[in-house]
């Protein structure tokens, strides 16, 4: 087994100039996917605007948010979005303030992974309209 230090990578973020969120953008994820026998199913709805820092929020109703704070599915989406923004970008995002303000899920076909891969799709869809600036 062979041990990865990240810090690094993680430093590395200091020596760049931030870049933010030109505008405020929607965006919907979609995954809808057979794996192995298994189907994967989560969308998401993502608002994404500018900030002088990351910041990460919902506007879910809250017997949504609950199911999705207890199923660690926010969590799941946060990992999505960040998959993208700090690491499939040009140059990493790191300034934006990112609302999850939908999602659809079903009782047997969604799970986290599900909506990480929801969260990629979406900021994939973000990261092609390019309204990025430096700050």
Not at 30 to 56: D, H, M, Q, W, Y
Not at 116 to 124: H, P
């Amino acid at each position: 087994m062979s041990n990865h230090n990240f810090s690094h990578w993680l430093k590395s973020f200091e020596n760049l100039p931030p870049v933010g969120v030109q505008g405020v953008h929607h965006v919907e994820g979609l995954c809808k996917k057979a794996t192995g026998g298994r189907f994967l199913f989560a969308k998401v709805g993502l608002e994404f605007s500018p900030s002088n820092e990351l910041i990460f929020q919902e506007s879910l109703p809250e017997p949504l948010k609950h199911r999705c704070q207890q199923e660690n599915w926010l969590d799941a989406i946060y990992c999505g979005v960040l998959d993208i923004m700090l690491a499939r970008s040009a140059t990493p995002i790191t300034h934006f303030k990112c609302i999850i303000d939908s999602v659809e899920f079903h009782e047997i076909d969604s799970s986290s992974q599900a909506f990480r891969l929801a969260a990629r799709y979406a900021t994939e869809e973000f990261i092609k309209q390019e309204k990025f600036v430096m700050l």
